[in-house]
């Protein structure tokens, strides 16, 4: 798995940490936006380096599920394509098509808005 699949986060959504953020979304990224608390996943890269990321969301996009995902210590949202092996065990590919990826992005914008405004 890669981590050039970044999308700089421009969703005014919540997602404080303890730091600050530069990332324009108007969130506040402490993983209590939106009035619930996000899960945290760690990533494992073929290097073996590990990143601790807050899940923003679990979406489907065409019949596909996907993820955004808000790695600690960044400012931008990460997507992929997202499969449940079980409960405790997921599946991440990344997405390497543009336009698929700019489907996933407009997407998950679309769907925080949506979400900001019934709020």
């Known amino acids: 798995?890669?981590?050039?699949?970044?999308?700089?986060?421009n969703c005014n959504h919540?997602?404080?940490q303890q730091h600050e953020h530069e990332c324009e979304c108007n969130h506040d990224h402490e993983g209590d936006c939106c009035n619930h608390q996000h899960d945290k996943i760690k990533l494992t890269f073929d290097d073996d380096e590990t990143l601790e990321c807050l899940v923003i969301g679990i979406f489907d996009v065409e019949d596909k599920e996907y993820i955004a995902l808000l790695p600690?210590?960044?400012d931008e949202v990460v997507f992929y394509r997202y499969a449940a092996i079980n409960e405790e065990?997921?599946?991440l590919t990344d997405i390497d098509d543009d336009d698929e990826l700019e489907l996933v992005y407009q997407t998950f914008l679309t769907l925080i808005e949506q979400e900001e405004s019934e709020e």
């Open 1 to 9: 798995m890669s981590k050039d699949k970044k999308h700089e986060c």
């Open 14 to 16: 919540d997602h404080d």
């Open 72 to 74: 600690e210590d960044e």
């Open 89 to 91: 065990e997921v599946d």
